[in-house]
């Protein structure tokens, strides 16, 4: 009966290691069609902001107001939800680099937007938005700064590594924007 018990057992993880098996690989077909999905997405995305901020750059040449209205509103309608994505993907970067890439595309769109609501004459809301850009990108500024950035170990930026590429004078202005005191 010991040994019927064993046998049982073995074959019993032989077909669990089996199933496993087919499991991991049904996992992997899913994340490769998932990247691809991703990376479509993602193209996308760029294809619609790379249109929308076309359309501004060619929006002084259209003469028709409601073509150029059209235009404007339909870029807006396009880079609203883009920076919105990008904000939040700048709230959690927990890198310089991906920091800065977010930061990048979130300005961008964001200005753009705002650029958009001006021209179609809604200044006060675009001056809103303006100053709501603003303060977020001066909270993300600080954050990135004290946590990336400056990190728990300031004092390594006044070694004589970083005197070259970091001169003093730019270290006291990062600490008077980071930590919003302007001592100098």
Known sequence: LSGLNLAVTAVGFYVLNEKLKNLEGKLNEIQNEVKSIRTLLEL?????????????????HVKNSDHRHTLLFNSKNILAPISLKYKELLTTADSIELAMAYEEYFCLTSLAHARC???????????????????????????IGSEL????????????????????????EWFDVIYDEPKG
């Open 44 to 60: 996308d995305e760029r294809a619609r902001l790379g249109s929308a901020l076309r359309d501004l750059l060619n929006i002084t």
């Open 117 to 143: 609501i001006a021209e179609l004459g809604m200044l006060d809301m675009a001056y809103r938005d303006i100053t709501e850009t603003n303060q977020f990108w001066r909270e993300q500024a600080q954050r």
């Open 149 to 172: 950035l400056i990190g728990k170990y300031p004092e390594r930026f006044i070694y004589k590594e970083f005197s070259e590429d970091l001169p003093i004078s730019v270290l006291v």
